[in-house]
């Protein structure tokens, strides 16, 4: 039989245990996924209240007019407005730098805060740089002189002997090399200024380039030029434009949740249909 002094001094125990218990402090709730606020016009950008974005020296149509990126028209300019205006900074809180393409895919700390220079999604540049959700889905298509070896090419196999170039660093380059394999090593060029120059010096007989910049060509700057087809996307995932950041950039999930948005609500469509022409004038080539 237990004493009433022995029950007392376990009443007593418990009364500690319970007074103990209930002054602890609760646990931490766990942070909320994501990691970062997304308030709009309060982000930690590289300029406190402005939100700077890079593209490349020139630039062209469709994706720019003019090569001034800050006109607001051009596909990707536009679209770098409305992912600005969703991030909560009107265009009077944009600014513009020039990167070159290569650098601006490079390691290291950025001089943007984001970039939109027709930059496809690749596991490789992924190691060094952020990208985006995507904000455009691409095809690759071959542009030769009308009268040029490649002119009456209908399927990639009538190109592996011709003399193909494009920019170097880019996916153009990656498709001749992966998708049509020609038999000789194509031409790289810095610039696709300086690719469509040898195209017409005929240096080489066709370049690789995106199908709307291969729109752009063939109707307004290299006359007696044609497409002669694009590029089949291939299983999987398509090539895909998205905006470069830096590694690990707290802005990363904010631009993706607001080009998700733009895609959702059909803000991208539009711009598309406004500024990038159809591929429905484009053979593809098999």
Known sequence: MI??????????AAALVLSAA???????????SGGSSCEPGALP?????????????????????????????????????????????????VAWVRVPFNAAIQPGPKTYDLNLTEFSVTPERAQAVDFSAPYYDVKQAVVSLGTGPAAGATSIADLKGVRLGAQVGTTSYQAIVDQIAPSTEPAVFNTNDDAKLALSNGQVDAIVVDLPTAFYITSAELEGSRIVGQLPLGSGTPEQFAAVLDKGSALTPCVSEVVERLRADGTLAALEEQWLASTETAPELR
């Not at 990126?69 to 536009?78: D, H, I, L, Y």
């Open 45 to 93: 950008t590289l300029t406190a209240g402005t939100l700077t974005v890079g593209t490349d020296q020139p630039v062209y149509l469709p994706w720019y007019l003019d090569d001034d990126p800050s006109s607001g028209r051009g596909f990707e300019s536009a679209v770098a407005y409305a992912i600005a205006e969703g991030l909560g900074y009107p265009q009077e809180q």
């Open 3 to 12: 004493s009433s002094s022995a029950t007392r001094r376990v009443l007593v």
């Open 22 to 32: 209930a002054c602890a402090p609760e646990p931490e709730a766990p942070p909320a």
